[in-house]
C-alpha cells in the first residue's frame, strides 16, 4: 500500500509537471524560431549623410586656408590671349555734346510648347548698363554753312542735328543677376555650354538702351549744347552777332 501511494504520488507529480514539461517544449519551439529582422531607419541614412557633406564642406574650406603651393583645389589664371591687332583709325571731325547713361533688367524667357518650365526652359534675368553719346558730326557741314558778313562782326552757321553712337555696354557692370532652367537644361548645360546666351543677352540689353536713348531727349539736348558751343566760340574770336541755323525736324 505504501508502495501504491508512493508510486500514485509519484504519478502525480509527474503528472502535475507534465503540463510544466509540455510548457517547456512550447518555449523551445518559440525561440526556435528567426527573430524577425529589425528595419533601418532611414533618419540614420539621412543624418549620416548630413554630417558626411558638412564634413566635406569644412575640409574644403580648411584646405582653402592652407598656402597656395600646399593646397589641392588652389587655382591660377592664365591668359593666354594673342596681341591686339588694330583693324581700322579714323580721323574724326565731331563734337559730343552728350552722354545719357542707362541701366535695363532684361528678363529673357525661352519655354517650350507643350512641356512645363520646370522640365523645359530657361529664364534669365540680366543687368545691363552702359551709356550713349550724342554728338555732332562737322564733316557733314555743307560748302556755305558758314557765312560771314562784310563787317566780320555777323556770322551765321548751319548745322546739322546731332546723332546718336552706338550703345556702350560696361562689361564690368554688367552682369546675369538670377537664372532659372528647367531639369532637361540643366542637364543640357553639364554636358556643353553655349557661350552665346551670354552676347544675346548682351546684344539685348543694349538695343533696349538704344531705344530708350532715342526717346530721352538726349539729342535735344546734344543740339542745344552744340548751338552753345558755336556762339560762344565765334563770339570769343570778335563775333557780335552769332546765330545758329539747324534745319527742320
Not at 112 to 127: C, H, M, Q
Not at 134 to 159: C, E, H, N
Not at 188 to 195: A, H, I, K, L, V
Request: aromatic share 6%; charged share 20%; net charge positive.
Amino acid at each position: 500500500m505504501a508502495e501504491r501511494e508512493r508510486t500514485g504520488a509519484h504519478v502525480k507529480r509527474n503528472a502535475g509537471n507534465a503540463p510544466f514539461v509540455k510548457s517547456d517544449k512550447r518555449s523551445v519551439q518559440r525561440d526556435d524560431k528567426p527573430a524577425p529582422r529589425r528595419r533601418r531607419r532611414p533618419l540614420s541614412i539621412i543624418v549620416l549623410a548630413i554630417v558626411v557633406v558638412v564634413v566635406a564642406l569644412l575640409a574644403v574650406q580648411g584646405l582653402r586656408l592652407l598656402p597656395g603651393w600646399l593646397n589641392p583645389f588652389a587655382e591660377r589664371t592664365i591668359d593666354r590671349s594673342g596681341p591686339v591687332v588694330i583693324k581700322s583709325i579714323r580721323d574724326l571731325s565731331r563734337y559730343e555734346a552728350a552722354v545719357g547713361t542707362f541701366q535695363v533688367v532684361v528678363d529673357l524667357e525661352k519655354e517650350a510648347a507643350y512641356l512645363p518650365s520646370a522640365i523645359k526652359g530657361n529664364r534669365t534675368l540680366f543687368v545691363g548698363n552702359g551709356s550713349v553719346n550724342a554728338y555732332v558730326d562737322f564733316s557733314q557741314l555743307p560748302l556755305g554753312a558758314i557765312t560771314v558778313d562784310k563787317t566780320r562782326l555777323t556770322a551765321t552757321v548751319r548745322l546739322p542735328h546731332a546723332q546718336l553712337e552706338p550703345t556702350s555696354l560696361d562689361p564690368k557692370h554688367s552682369y546675369v543677376f538670377a537664372t532659372q532652367q528647367g531639369l532637361l537644361d540643366r542637364i543640357g548645360s553639364f554636358f556643353s555650354g553655349n557661350p552665346n546666351d551670354q552676347q544675346q543677352l548682351y546684344v539685348l540689353a543694349a538695343q533696349k538702351i538704344q531705344t530708350a536713348a532715342q526717346a530721352s531727349g538726349l539729342l535735344a539736348r546734344a543740339d542745344d549744347n552744340a548751338k552753345s558751343m558755336i556762339e560762344n566760340l565765334l563770339r570769343a574770336l570778335g563775333f557780335k552777332a552769332v546765330t545758329v541755323v539747324l534745319p527742320p525736324t
